[in-house]
Structures are given as structure tokens and as C-alpha cells.
């Protein structure tokens, strides 16, 4: 199961996805943008009805605010929303952390911006559930012995299967395809919905997630606890293709960080946007935002190399590993000094 989550989409899967995504009804490649229309990604990982609900108000004033015509793409797949940037169908898209690192490796894309859920705190966590009242606890998750029905996230997911990957199964040699009754891949609505439901054992999550489901879904919210949570992740970012026009990137770029800032009755109407969203704004950043997405990636292929013993693969692995942390730390060196005002 590790390496075939390691492995991006290959061609034939790419031409089928841009296949689909044309047959939609989505514009041509690189149509959009330069007659003044933007098309904007969306991850529907919950169904898409709800994601158009919340998001369409955000949509509407980024429209007014710009001049330009926005679009919205909901897909429930990474993988079809990093291709449809990578082949020009959208410009901007709002990315969680391991999506936003791959769209920036093979879909031309930059981040431009965070995302804010916790007033100036720009971050999140994995979680794993479990029914309550099931008893089971993270030490009978571990025990593996193919007992449980296990709910992994999309492939491509930061906190659905990078990080339970990182922080549970290898430092500890576990492969769930071994240690699990069944292991089945889905989105975090229908892994939350299926524990809920008595129908998987135990699931990977998030805590934005769970919020939303509590308000939305209260009755079902009630009948799932967490048993797990992950150190802080890097929570969604906005990422743009590099060949946007620089002065479409500018009304972009202005529009998400001042949203939320205006005064009076715009500032409170944005406000509540944002609040639906789970959101309480936007903050400037750039690539080295997805660092920590970086380390975890490197630290589990260093882990996986480890458990097969190859000593080529762990050389190799363990090179890479020690090259990235380099990178960082020389990169945190000639930062500039944070102003007295921050």
C-alpha cells in the first residue's frame, strides 16, 4: 500500500482525467484567465452540495472584488485537481498541504497564500476515530492481528494518509495491508459516516473536519471519538499557476489577504463567509510554507527504505533525508528577523 501512494497518476491516468474533466463541461486547456475568467479548484471531500453551499458566497465576492469572472471546479479527487492544473484547466486552487506540494512539482503551481483557522494560527491535525463506546483505544490499533476494519484517507491527503503514515505505522514497521482485517481508501466524509455507522472500526480524520461534521451532522458527530491526534500540520493553502498573469495574480493575491478585514457591514458579511468556512482568514506564504509536508514525506521514505533493508535504499533515502533538513535550516538562517511589530 505504501508505494502505490507513492506513485503519481502515470499518463494513461492523466489523459483519462483530462478526458473526464473535459467531458464535464470544464473549459479547454489554458482557456480562462486571459479573457478574464478564472477557474478555481475546490476539493468537494465532502459531498459537493455542501462545499458549493459554503464556498459559492466566498466565490461571489472574490468575483466582485476582482472584476473577474471566477469558476469554481469541485472535484472529490486529488489527483483530477492537481491534473487540471497541470494542464491548464484551472489557475488557482485551494490545496491542503500534500496536494499544494504536488501541484507545485507537476502542475507549474506556486502557493501564494494560508490559510488562518485559529485567529494568526495557520494549522491543523491528523486524527484517528472510532465509534464511542467501542472501547477501542489507539494501543488496540497497534496490536494489528487483522481484527479491525480500517478507513485510510485519498491517497494524496495530508492528514487522511501522510500523516497517520509518519507519526503511527512507520517509525513502528507497521503496513496496515498487513496489520488490518480490511483497509479501504475514501474520503474523510465517508470514512466519518462509515465509523459512525458501525461500518469501519477506525478511520483517519481531521480536526477541521470533525468540526464541520459536529454542526452539520450533529446526531452522527455524536457517535464517533477521537483516539488519536497528530502533532499540528500545515493547514490549506491557495496555489496559483506560475504563468498567471502577474496582474490577475495581484487581484487575487490582494483579495485573500484583506478578506475578512473590511470594515462595517462588507467586514461582517466576510466575517461569517469565513466562519462557515472554518476559517478566520488568509496570511501571505510562499513554497517553503509546505516544508513540513516535505519532512514527514522524506522521513517516511526513509522509514519504508529502513524496513526493506536494502542498504542502497537507505543510503539513498537517508541522503535525501539529511539534504532536505540542510536545505531548511539554511534557508531559516538567512530569513529575515521578524519586525518589532510582529
Avoid at 37 to 60: G, H, K, R, Y
Avoid at 92 to 100: K, T
Avoid at 276 to 282: A, D, I
Wanted: glycine letters at 8%; charged letters at 20%; a positive charge.
Amino acid at each position: 500500500m505504501r508505494r502505490a501512494r507513492r506513485t503519481f497518476a502515470g499518463p494513461a491516468l492523466a489523459g483519462l482525467t483530462l478526458a473526464l474533466l473535459t467531458a464535464c463541461g470544464q473549459p479547454e486547456p489554458g482557456a480562462g484567465a486571459g479573457q478574464g475568467v478564472v477557474n478555481f479548484s475546490i476539493l468537494s471531500a465532502e459531498d459537493q452540495q455542501s462545499m458549493s453551499q459554503v464556498w459559492q458566497p466566498l466565490i461571489d465576492d472574490m468575483s466582485k472584488a476582482t472584476g473577474l469572472t471566477i469558476k469554481p471546479f469541485y472535484s472529490s479527487n486529488y489527483t483530477s485537481l492537481i491534473e487540471a492544473m497541470r494542464f491548464k484547466k484551472t489557475q488557482v486552487g485551494w490545496f491542503s498541504a500534500l496536494p499544494a506540494l504536488e501541484a507545485v512539482r507537476r502542475a507549474d503551481g506556486q502557493v501564494l497564500g494560508r490559510i488562518l483557522t485559529n485567529g494568526q494560527g495557520g494549522s491543523y491535525q491528523s486524527v484517528l476515530i472510532a465509534r464511542k463506546g467501542s472501547k477501542i483505544t489507539l494501543a488496540d490499533v497497534l496490536k494489528c492481528g487483522k481484527r479491525l476494519n480500517f478507513g485510510m484517507g485519498d491517497a494524496k491527503s495530508t492528514s487522511g494518509t501522510l500523516a497517520p503514515m509518519a507519526y503511527i505505522f512507520t517509525p513502528r514497521n507497521i503496513e496496515p495491508a498487513e496489520c488490518f482485517k480490511t483497509v479501504r481508501s475514501a474520503s474523510h466524509q465517508a470514512n466519518f459516516f462509515s465509523v459512525a455507522n458501525g461500518l469501519l472500526d477506525v478511520a483517519t480524520n481531521n480536526t477541521v473536519g470533525i468540526k464541520f461534521y459536529a454542526r452539520e451532522n450533529p446526531e452522527a458527530a455524536a457517535k464517533v471519538q477521537v483516539i488519536w491526534t497528530s502533532p499540528e500540520l500545515p493547514e490549506s493553502s491557495i496555489v496559483v499557476r506560475k504563468d498567471l498573469d502577474p496582474a490577475i495574480r495581484e487581484k487575487i493575491r490582494a483579495f485573500f489577504l484583506s478578506y475578512g478585514q473590511a470594515p462595517g457591514a462588507e467586514g461582517e458579511h466576510q466575517r461569517q463567509v469565513l466562519k462557515t468556512l472554518t476559517y478566520t482568514g488568509f496570511e501571505a506564504a510562499d513554497d517553503s510554507y509546505l516544508d513540513p509536508v516535505r519532512q514527514m514525506e522524506a522521513a517516511e521514505n526513509l522509514g519504508e527504505a529502513r524496513h526493506s533493508r536494502d542498504p542502497a535504499k537507505i543510503a539513498q533515502a537517508q541522503k535525501a533525508f539529511n539534504a532536505l533538513q540542510a536545505e531548511i535550516a539554511a534557508r531559516a538562517r538567512t530569513a529575515p528577523a521578524p519586525s518589532a511589530a510582529q
